[in-house]
């Protein structure tokens, strides 16, 4: 594996990470007041 690929895969996850972590955020805030809400929304997607 070459310095490019290696280069592009850690920004990669870094992003990846980055809006995980934030969508979890988020998800969790909004899962807080309305639970039920939530897990419906979850199986209609």
Same mark, same amino acid.
């Given at each position: 594996? *070459?310095?490019? $690929?290696?280069?592009?895969? !850690?920004?990669?996850? !870094? =992003?990846? =990470? =980055?809006?995980? $972590?934030?969508? *979890?955020?988020? =998800?969790?805030a909004a899962e807080l007041p309305q639970p !039920?809400? !939530? /897990?419906?929304? /979850?199986?209609?997607?």
């Amino acid at each position: 594996m *070459n310095r490019q $690929f290696w280069k592009q895969f !850690v920004i990669a996850l !870094v =992003l990846f =990470l =980055l809006g995980y $972590f934030t969508f *979890n955020s988020k =998800l969790f805030a909004a899962e807080l007041p309305q639970p !039920v809400a !939530v /897990q419906t929304s /979850q199986v209609d997607c």
